[in-house]
């Protein structure tokens, strides 16, 4: 009986067209066949959001050897669901979403669509990586992550990851190395640039300034890649509390 090669499903939310997903195809078609189902313009910042009120549709970009390529009208945890449940004729082995042009640490992974995908991907029970780059530029060199990636996607393809767990990667311009740690307790102060629409009509662009609120802390993903190390976090979709469930347990409130 013949061996099936590994099947590596690849996504991202900047786009088809982001160089930082054209590298990671790269890296993916050394370790089996792919299949790329990514969006067909930006989706930053779309967190695990999906597609409801529209329809949704998929295009055949490329069809090779062991090679598919699918631009896809949705978000990114779209293209894993269209994948998963209408493109492929099995579960992929592997899902890699990414390169994002920019870091995707502490309580950004909430807001990221990279990190979406992934997530989608530990909820199926298939091993998920987000990769994510320290440069916004279009044409970034992303030569410097090859390596760290090659050898992520090797360990979890000999060794696996725990059940609905997936990988949060953010790699610095030239890493010293790699360090597995936890996520930063941070938050984003919101500020909002207002102008006016062609009508006249006033509108807003969103921006913000991150804080990290525990900046001596050595064993998060901020300290190590403000010290030059790539950061992996074990990242989980359990939004439960189990501290403060025991306590509100004793409020009479709730009794």
Known sequence: MKEKKTLILVTNDDGIEAHGIRILIDIARLYGEVIVVAPDSPQSAKSHSITQNIPISFRE???ENQYREYSCSGTPVDCVKLAVHEILERKPDLILSGINHG???SISVLYSGTMGAAIEGSLN???SIGFSAENYLPDADFSYT???IK????DVMQ???PEGVSLNVNIPENPKGMVLCRSAHGKWKEKFIDAKNPHGRKV???SGKFIDLEPDSEDTDIFLINKGYASIVPTK???NDIDSLKELKFRKLYQ
């Open 61 to 63: 970009i490329k069809l």
């Open 103 to 105: 870091l995707n640490t």
């Open 125 to 127: 029970s298939i091993r």
């Open 146 to 148: 090859v390596p760290y």
């Open 151 to 154: 050898k992520i996607i090797e």
């Open 159 to 161: 060794n696996g990851l």
């Open 204 to 206: 807003f662009w969103i």
């Open 237 to 239: 979709a359990n939004f």
